[in-house]
């Protein structure tokens, strides 16, 4: 085999390699967040007004926030999430 094809082969190798590594990561990195997801959906629900939303969005915001590292403050998320409704809270 030439050097040529050993480049060529040593190449795709690698790419290859690490093209499965980030695809196992980015699965793992979403059943993470699909469980984070669940666990708001499920705090959410126990909730029966906007107080109650606002106090569960908050606990599993603090309880999270560290695993997550969404790079948003608490405020930000929830303000940004009501920005487009037109409600008085």
Request: charged share 35%.
């Amino acid at each position: 085999m030439s050097s040529d094809e050993n480049y060529l082969l040593v190449k795709a190798a690698l790419l290859g390699h690490v093209r499965e590594l980030f695809e196992e990561i980015e699965s793992e990195l979403a059943r993470f967040h699909e469980e984070k997801f669940a666990m708001l959906e499920d705090a959410l629900e126990e909730a029966s007004d906007t107080e109650e939303l606002q106090v569960a969005f908050t606990q599993w915001f603090n309880d999270q926030a560290e695993d997550l590292d969404l790079g948003y403050e608490l405020d930000e998320v929830w303000n940004n999430a009501l920005d487009d409704l037109d409600l008085d809270m």
